[in-house]
């Protein structure tokens, strides 16, 4: 029997899909926590490549980009990727619709919620408060 069988993957309870109200639909909004595994494949996504000193190349991250996919990625309903929904807004694909269908606010409460769900608002000292009780 393994020493590790909280850590199974079959022994891990699944993670919950949260509400978020935008008082502006009249349904909620459906968010999943995003894995660290699709974190990071968001993350380098959102590097882009600026002339730098000397005409080198220098990796540049772009933080918008990086929130605006995390959030993206997260909304499970109502689906972005529908075509239908996209085509009610005028845009193609799943990002464009997230900036024309959320205003400013909306968006800022979405990425507040994200970051909360996939663990992402906690600071280093919560982090070892919380381990030292």
Same mark, same amino acid.
């Given at each position: 029997?393994s %020493?590790f &069988? +909280?850590f199974m993957r079959?022994? $891990?309870a #699944?993670?919950?899909?949260? /509400?978020?109200? =935008?008082? @502006?639909?009249?349904e909620?909004? %459906?968010l999943?926590p995003v894995?660290s595994? /699709?974190? *990071? =494949?968001?993350?380098d996504r959102?590097? &882009?490549?600026v002339?730098?000193? %000397?005409? @080198?190349q220098?990796r540049?991250? *772009?933080? $918008?980009?990086?929130? @605006?996919r995390?959030n993206? +990625? !997260?909304?499970?309903y109502?689906d972005l990727? *529908?075509?239908e929904?996209q ?7 799943a990002e464009?619709?997230?900036g024309?269908m959320? =205003?400013a606010?909306e968006? +800022?409460l979405? !990425?507040? &919620? $994200?970051?909360?769900? !996939?663990?992402? *608002?906690d600071s280093?000292e919560?982090?070892? #408060?919380?381990? %030292?009780n």
């Open positions: 029997m %020493k &069988k +909280a079959e022994n $891990v #699944e993670a919950e899909l949260i /509400e978020l109200v =935008l008082t @502006r639909f009249s909620p909004i %459906k999943r894995p595994e /699709e974190a *990071d =494949l968001i993350n959102c590097f &882009k490549n002339p730098g000193k %000397k005409g @080198r220098e540049v991250f *772009d933080p $918008v980009a990086y929130n @605006r995390m993206v +990625a !997260s909304i499970v109502p990727n *529908d075509t929904l085509q009610s807004y005028g845009v193609r694909g464009a619709l997230y024309k959320f =205003l606010g968006a +800022a979405i !990425s507040e &919620k $994200v970051q909360q769900i !996939s663990g992402l *608002d280093l919560e982090q070892i #408060e919380e381990a %030292k």
